[in-house]
C-alpha cells in the first residue's frame, strides 16, 4: 500500500505522480504506454520518473534498450529522422548534434569512419564522385577542393606528388 508521506510530484493527466521513492500505486497508474514489466525491466540507471517524463513519441522500450551512456535528454531531443539504433551506435566522439546536422545522404556509418582530422562539413561537402576514403587519404596540404577538381584521369596520388607545380588546373 502506499504510504501517507507526501513527496514533490507533477500532473500527467489527471493524475499526480511523484518523482522520487515511487509506490506500488504510483506504477500502477503509469500512462503513456509504459508498463509494469518495462519499468521493472529498467537498467543502466534509467528512473521511472525519467520513464515518466518520456514525450516526442520515446517508448518505454526504447529506453531501456538505451546503451553506451546515451542519456535520454539525447533520446527525447531526437529530431530529423535520427533513430535511436543510430545514437546508439555513435562511436568516436560523434555528438548527437552533428548526426543531426547530416545531410545530402551522408550516413552515420560514413560519420564514423571519419579519422585524421576530416570534419563532417567536409564530407558533406563532398560532389562528383569523391569518396570518403579519398578524403582520408589527403595528406601533404592537399585540399579536398583540388581532389574535387581532379579530372582527366589524374589520380590522387599523382596530386600528391605534385611539387614544384603553380597549382592544378
Known amino acids: 500500500m502506499p504510504s501517507n508521506k507526501v513527496y514533490r510530484s507533477f500532473s500527467i493527466g489527471q493524475n499526480h505522480l511523484p518523482i522520487e521513492k515511487l509506490e506500488l500505486a504510483d506504477i500502477v497508474l503509469c500512462r503513456h504506454g509504459v508498463e509494469l514489466a518495462d519499468i521493472v525491466r529498467c537498467r543502466h540507471r534509467v528512473e521511472l520518473a525519467d ?23 539525447d533520446i527525447v531531443r531526437c529530431r530529423h529522422g535520427v533513430e535511436l539504433a543510430d545514437i546508439v551506435r555513435c562511436r568516436h566522439g560523434v555528438e548527437l548534434a552533428d548526426i543531426v546536422r547530416c545531410r545530402h545522404r551522408v550516413e552515420l556509418t560514413d560519420i564514423v569512419r571519419c579519422r585524421h582530422g576530416v ?48 597549382g592544378i588546373s
Open 119 to 166: 570534419e563532417l562539413a567536409d564530407i558533406v561537402r563532398c560532389r562528383h564522385g569523391v569518396e570518403l576514403a579519398d578524403i582520408l587519404r589527403c595528406r601533404h596540404g592537399v585540399e579536398l577542393s583540388d581532389i574535387v577538381r581532379c579530372r582527366h584521369g589524374m589520380e590522387l596520388a599523382d596530386i600528391v606528388r605534385c611539387r614544384h607545380w603553380g
Open 51 to 73: 520513464i515518466v517524463r518520456c514525450r516526442h513519441g520515446v517508448e518505454s522500450t526504447d529506453i531501456v534498450r538505451c546503451r553506451h551512456g546515451v542519456e535520454l535528454a
